[in-house]
Nanobody, 123 residues
Framework: QVQLVESGGGLVQAGDSLRLSCAAS????????MAWFRQAPGKEREFVAS????????YYADSVKGRFTISRDNAKNTVYLQMNSLKPEDTAVYYC????????????????WGQGTQVTVSS
């Protein structure tokens, strides 16, 4: 059973930065594409960013492009989400997810999920 554990969330003010981490238990971490999704209260889970197995390809939602950066360290079995210039509308629970094969924008195509970490941005 693969386990994904997110950390790094918190309460910040608009304009601040946070870095989320997601540690994976799988020994073949480098074989999986990784992604971050988020879900705000009363809204559907939405794609934030994804990264290919070796990190050569990265994709972002338009709402975070230029502010967020996804990266990974396969030696540490960890994927990161650096979030800068945070806005109140970024408030959500952030989840990491993985899937074998190429990245995807669609949550249902991911195999394993973490428990989520809360990010709250005050105005």
């Amino acid at each position: 059973q693969v386990q994904l554990v997110e950390s790094g969330g918190g309460l910040v003010q608009a304009g601040d930065s946070l870095r989320l981490s997601c540690a994976a238990s799988e020994r073949t971490f480098g074989s999986y594409s990784m992604a971050w999704f988020r879900q705000a209260p009363g809204k559907e889970r939405e794609f934030v960013a994804s990264i290919s197995r070796r990190g050569g390809s990265r994709y972002y939602a338009d709402s975070v492009k230029g502010r967020f950066t996804i990266s990974r360290d396969n030696a540490k079995n960890t994927v990161y989400l650096q979030m800068n210039s945070l806005k109140p509308e970024d408030t959500a629970v952030y989840y990491c997810a993985d899937r074998g094969g190429s990245t995807s924008y669609y949550a249902h195509e991911y195999d394993y999920w973490g428990q989520g970490t809360q990010v709250t941005v005050s105005s």
